[in-house]
């Protein structure tokens, strides 16, 4: 079945380590979103792909990078992570970037940060 | 500033009764608004969708009323199932041209059978 994988499902590292999660796609959508969940929260939307295009939101630390080498392929880097960075982080991909382009959601990966 | 805001964290209701899930937004330029539905340990997945023009859509047994003047929009489940039992986020889109989602902090919704 075409999805959207996120790898690793949890994910712990220590305070100001570098870590990487990834994202991978079988849906060949030109979007790919990246989101934090913290508890209780609703999920935010950190940055985005279309295609190659990265889009940032204003308020994303500059702790956040992220990269697409391809369709298929997305990574979230946070070069130096806090413990208020402690989260789900959602992978999600739509066809396109319109309203009507639904966005198909991965599983999330649970950062804890030590 | 919460511009999505669901304020029932959690609803219980009897199968096979109607399920009334609540969603306010202060963003009277929101043109697209959607229902998304979560399991444990899965990502969220799109249940159903509503355009600012319209103030019904109906899919099945799932059906979302719209209220621009009041900015408020409701999920009705009807009749309601165990399997319905889940967290439901109601999301916005944004008018800025890139169609970025605003997401509530959802509602979980349990069915007792």
């Known amino acids: 079945d075409a999805m959207v994988i996120q790898n690793p499902r949890y994910q712990v590292t220590q305070f100001g380590k570098p870590v990487t999660l990834s994202c991978s796609q079988t849906?060949?959508?030109?979007?790919m979103y990246w989101y934090q969940q913290k508890s209780s929260q609703a999920p935010k939307l950190l940055f985005h792909?279309?295609?190659?295009?990265?889009?940032n939101e204003a308020d994303t630390p500059d702790n956040f990078q992220s990269r697409r080498p391809n369709t298929s392929f997305c990574f979230l880097d946070i070069r130096s992570p806090g413990l208020g960075d402690a989260a789900m982080y959602l992978c999600?991909?739509?066809?396109?970037?319109?309203?009507?382009?639904?966005?198909?959601f991965g599983p999330g990966t649970r950062l804890t940060v030590t | 500033d919460q511009q999505v805001k669901q304020n029932s964290p959690s609803l219980s209701v009897q199968e096979g009764r109607i399920s009334i899930l609540n969603c306010d937004y202060t963003n009277s330029m929101f043109d697209y608004f959607l229902w998304y539905k979560k399991y444990p340990a899965e990502g969220p997945t799109f249940l159903i969708s509503i355009s600012s023009i319209k103030d019904k859509n109906e899919d099945g047994r799932f059906t979302v009323f719209l209220n621009k003047s009041a900015k408020h929009l409701s999920l009705h489940i009807v009749p309601s199932q165990p399997g319905d039992s889940a967290v439901y986020f109601c999301?916005?889109?944004?008018?800025?041209?890139?169609?970025?989602?605003?997401f509530g902090t959802g509602t979980r919704l349990k069915v007792l059978a």
């Open positions: 792909y279309y295609d190659k295009d990265f889009n």
């Open positions: 999301a916005a889109s944004t008018p800025s041209g890139t169609y970025k989602y605003i």
């Open positions: 999600a991909t739509s066809r396109d970037r319109t309203p009507l382009g639904e966005q198909y």
């Open positions: 849906l060949n959508h030109n979007v």
